[in-house]
Nanobody, 124 residues
Framework: QVQLVESGGGLVQPGGSLRLSCAAS????????IGWFRQAPGKEREGVSC????????DYADSVNGRFTISRDNAKNTIYLQMNSLKPDDTAVYYCAASRKVLQCLGVDEYDYWGQGTQVTVSS
């Protein structure tokens, strides 16, 4: 079972930026896709962004498109999520996850392995 560890969360003011990291215990290329998800209190977990290993394509939720960027460093087995122009509605626990086989890249139910999460709080 692959281990995923998120880091980089914290408290930031609206309009600020954070970069989240997801460090994997093995090559992320062994999985069909790596995704970033988030969950706010009282809300369902939602897909934020994902990146496929077999292609160059990436997906973004409409709510973050144009503000967030997903990238990878294969030598470090690490996936990043650069978050710019942060809004209070971005406040959530952010998780990275790995999927053995994915059809809908932002689908929560399609992911098999999950990290512990990192808290992002956007507030004045």
């Amino acid at each position: 079972q692959v281990q995923l560890v998120e880091s980089g969360g914290g408290l930031v003011q609206p309009g600020g930026s954070l970069r989240l990291s997801c460090a994997a215990s093995e090559s992320t290329l062994d999985y069909d896709a790596i995704g970033w998800f988030r969950q706010a209190p009282g809300k369902e977990r939602e897909g934020v962004s994902c990146i496929r290993s077999s292609a160059t394509s990436t997906d973004y939720a409409d709510s973050v498109n144009g503000r967030f960027t997903i990238s990878r460093d294969n030598a470090k087995n690490t996936i990043y999520l650069q978050m710019n122009s942060l809004k209070p509605d971005d406040t959530a626990v952010y998780y990275c996850a790995a999927s053995r086989k994915v059809l809908q890249c932002l689908g929560v139910d399609e992911y098999d392995y999950w990290g512990q999460g990192t808290q992002v709080t956007v507030s004045s």
